[in-house]
């Protein structure tokens, strides 16, 4: 089922796919640096998630990339998240994957949740796969994305990336329960 987005759901889409990364990750037995810096990213994306979870946008917000929050203020960040607190329901989060290449990291997520539709007297279960880029800032793992739009303006940008990482489409799966 495709379902337009307003600008606002746009934003609550990115910040839930941002909260894709978040969960605890399975990280490979990885040697020296590279387990150091997948340790980092995974302490960036909990924390991350422990924010949203906790409510506290705020905080959340400080842990985006320099340039999105040069183009989103805190209070604009914060208001499109508080839209969305009573429509959906998250209940479980598996990070599938986390590839790193210099200062960018692509984490792969699936969120499983409830919607709750304004037309439908009952919530809809919902499932969505999404891949998340991070960047490495002044030593600290930074969101750089989270929804397909964001991502493909960053690739714009960073089109090396495009040869670094392997990209899918974020899919957004409703059912009725």
Not at 12 to 31: E, H, K, Q
Not at 90 to 109: C, F, M, N, Q
Not at 112 to 141: C, D, F, N, S
Request: glycine share 4%.
């Amino acid at each position: 089922m495709i379902i337009p987005l307003s600008s606002r759901a746009r934003w609550f889409i990115f910040a839930l796919c941002v909260a894709l990364a978040s969960a605890p990750l399975s990280v490979s037995a990885a040697r020296g640096a590279s387990a150091s810096t997948e340790a980092a990213i995974k302490k960036e994306v909990v924390a991350y998630w422990e924010d949203l979870k906790a409510r506290r946008y705020k905080e959340a917000y400080g842990r985006l990339a320099s340039f999105l929050t040069q183009s989103v203020s805190v209070e604009e960040f914060s208001r499109a998240l508080e839209a969305f607190d009573t429509a959906y329901t998250i209940e479980s989060i598996t990070v599938k994957d986390v590839k790193r290449k210099g200062i960018h990291a692509l984490v792969t997520s699936v969120v499983a949740g409830h919607y709750l539709h304004p037309v439908l007297p009952e919530p809809l279960q919902m499932r969505i796969t999404g891949q998340t880029i991070l960047v490495q800032e002044k030593g600290k793992w930074r969101f750089a994305t989270g929804d397909a739009g964001s991502r493909k303006r960053y690739l714009r940008l960073h089109p090396v990336l495009l040869k670094q990482f392997k990209f899918r489409n974020d899919e957004v799966l409703l059912k009725v329960a």
